[in-house]
């Protein structure tokens, strides 16, 4: 994924933005409009903003990187699936107590 590869090439410096990995994506509108799913293990509301704030310039680099005339609209969501999946083990293992 080619917004994995900028993330990492370009913003390796930068604490929370190195913890991060995309897990998923959904596109919209032909692909006018992209959630990047993501994961951090630790402090999502500050990756969530650090993402937000970087949007623009990861934009930026993926223009310079596709061959489209138009560049999605990217916007990243935390992916809070492996916490569910641990409440729910968590409540069925407390069934037999």
Known sequence: MLVAEILQREFSD???IRGVSL???ESHGGMQFVKLFFYARDNADAVQKRLDEITKMVRFSLAKKIN???VPEIKFVYDDTLERADRIESLLNNIDK
């Open 23 to 25: 897990v998923g994506s």
């Open 14 to 16: 930068d604490d929370l």
């Open 68 to 70: 489209q005339k138009y």
